[in-house]
């Protein structure tokens, strides 16, 4: 029996929409503010919280087939190396987790409309400051996320560039 040298077609997939969603979320989430008042605003914030819905489920479905089914491949780099990358993984996964969690909080503590269709209820709380919170860490937990996704996309093509093992081919699409 021969060691598969690639993800599974699903975990493939999930990692890279999931890598759309979040820097389209990211984009859309450092913009908001910029759409004039009214409903430019509604309409991007609503965009923003659809797709971060859409990433929630992604998410959910990722982290439950990594554990019931997906390809489990050996370790790509031994020692203490490889545990680093296990744990930017891990971290990867909590921060998102985190964020998710976070944007689905503002959204009940503002009580945002969206696409002026509906208004989500808001959660009771006439604190400011509460909502003033919530949002500033999810926004700094999406800057983190970033500057972490960057650095293991860097770390991938490192990979692929200068060490030519075929990590990066672990989690390619494949044109068949």
Do not use: C
Request: aromatic residues 10%; proline residues 4%.
């Amino acid at each position: 029996m021969t060691t598969p040298t690639s993800y599974d077609s699903k975990t493939i997939f999930y990692h890279w929409i999931s890598v759309l969603l979040i820097l389209t979320l990211w984009i859309l989430g450092q913009n908001i503010d910029n759409f004039a008042k009214g409903d430019p605003r509604v309409i991007a914030r609503s965009i923003h919280i659809t797709l971060g819905v859409l990433l929630s489920v992604v998410y959910v479905l990722r982290i439950k087939w990594k554990f019931t089914a997906a390809q489990k491949l050996p370790q790509a780099t031994p020692g203490t190396a490889g545990k680093l990358a296990i744990g930017v993984h891990h971290l990867l996964y909590l921060i998102l987790g985190l964020i998710l969690i976070l944007g689905i909080a503002a959204v009940w503590i503002r009580g945002d409309n969206i696409f002026n269709l509906f208004r989500v209820p808001a959660f009771p709380t006439t604190d400011k400051e509460l909502r003033e919170t919530v949002t500033d860490i999810h926004g700094l937990l999406a800057n983190a996320l970033l500057v972490l996704a960057a650095g293991h996309a860097l770390m991938a093509i490192w990979h692929q560039v200068i060490l030519k093992d075929g990590v990066l081919k672990r989690v390619w699409p494949s044109l068949k």
